[in-house]
């Protein structure tokens, strides 16, 4: 039976990533772009949060926000984030040099 099961896994044909998941699950072009910058963004601000070693409670107070927003970020939440809104928390947390955004958007033209 789980051999069955086996030969039933491999018949399944799998696709090439085109290198963005977003442009995968059938976003335009653009809007994929747009959604990757900001999930960069998003994935940043959760590194530095849980670098310093700050509870959800602490990082909202760091960065002007309310603890639940805190935990929309945690959670992924991408569609409740605007770039300039993620750029501000960026900015409260202390990321003000243009190399460490750069790097915070990964290869993004400038």
Do not use: W
Not at 43 to 68: D, W
């Amino acid at each position: 039976m789980a051999r069955n099961k086996e030969r039933c896994l491999l018949k399944e044909k799998l696709t090439r990533s085109s290198g963005s998941v977003f442009l995968d699950l059938g976003f335009p072009p653009e809007e994929a772009e747009h959604l990757k910058v900001r999930s960069d963004l998003m994935i940043h601000l959760c590194k530095i949060i849980k670098s310093r070693g700050l509870k959800q409670a602490e990082a909202a107070k760091m960065l002007g926000v309310t603890q639940p927003r805190i935990s929309d970020l945690f959670q992924g939440r991408i569609n409740l984030f605007s770039v300039d809104t993620l750029i501000g928390m960026l900015a409260r947390a202390g990321v003000q040099d243009g190399q460490k955004l750069r790097a915070a958007l990964g290869s993004y033209p400038t």
